[in-house]
């Protein structure tokens, strides 16, 4: 299995509410990441996970909250968003982190994208 | 920090050779420099990775100059299909992984 899976595929949500994407991978990778994506534009680095802890947070405001409840799973709660947070959001694994002692830094595994639409 | 760049856009028609460049003159000392290819709407797919020299596969080559401050695709004989946009990776601080700015590529008969 070396698909990684998210859901939803599409969400509209309104500023108030609250929701949630959800990505799945089963192929014992350490590290996942969520990439924000808008339009004609190259995917942003959110967060990276690493064995299951937080790793990076790229200044992300407070009302992404990202959780990894367990290796294979990873989270992006969503809270109080605005028009402009609308985007495609990628989740994406890799065996290990890169950088350190060595050249490491594995493939990316991307999801196929949650389509977010903020009214 | 200085920007991952690449060419905006290239039109090439189909059966021709395709490069595409990308410099990265931040990138980490020890990191790999890995190509993916995006479809609309779609998560970024994988071509090919390397460190230096010369990489190739069944579908690309990838060259790395000494330097590693630039790196180039080379797609050998696109197809319709090959049209999409394409990025390179890179690791600009500890595994911070980054896209460059994607290069659209428009494949005719």
């Known amino acids: 299995d070396t698909e990684v899976t998210q859901t939803p595929k599409h969400l509209v949500m309104g500023m108030t509410n609250k929701k949630s994407l959800k990505c799945e991978q089963h192929?014992?990778?350490?590290?996942m990441y969520w990439y924000k994506q808008k339009a004609k534009k190259p995917p942003e680095l959110m967060f990276v996970?690493?064995?299951?802890?937080?790793?990076i947070n790229e200044s992300v405001p407070s009302r992404f909250s990202p959780e990894c409840p367990n290796s294979s799973l990873l989270n992006l709660h969503l809270h109080a968003l605005q028009p402009e947070d609308s985007a495609l959001y990628l989740c994406?694994?890799?065996?290990?982190?890169?950088?350190?002692?060595?050249?490491?830094?594995?493939?990316?595994?991307f999801g196929e994208g949650s389509r977010l639409t903020v009214l | 920090l200085a920007k991952t760049t690449q060419p905006i856009s290239m039109d090439s028609y189909e059966g021709q050779e395709v490069n595409i460049t990308c410099s990265h003159n931040?990138?980490?000392?020890?990191?790999?420099i890995t190509w993916y290819q995006q479809f609309p709407s779609q998560g970024p797919r994988f071509i090919i990775q390397?460190?230096?020299t010369k990489v190739t596969n069944e579908v690309a080559s990838l060259f790395i100059p000494a330097d590693r401050k630039s790196s180039t695709l080379s797609l050998p004989r696109v197809s319709l299909s090959d049209t999409a946009v394409y990025y390179c990776?890179?690791?600009?601080?500890?595994?911070?992984?980054?896209f460059g700015t994607g290069t659209r590529l428009q494949v005719t008969l």
């Open positions: 931040n990138i980490a000392t020890n990191d790999y």
């Open positions: 390397g460190y230096k």
């Open positions: 192929m014992g990778h350490r590290a």
């Open positions: 990776l890179v690791e600009v601080t500890a595994s911070k992984l980054t």
């Open positions: 996970y690493s064995y299951e802890k937080l790793s």
């Open positions: 994406a694994s890799s065996q290990q982190l890169g950088g350190g002692g060595a050249a490491t830094t594995g493939e990316l595994f």
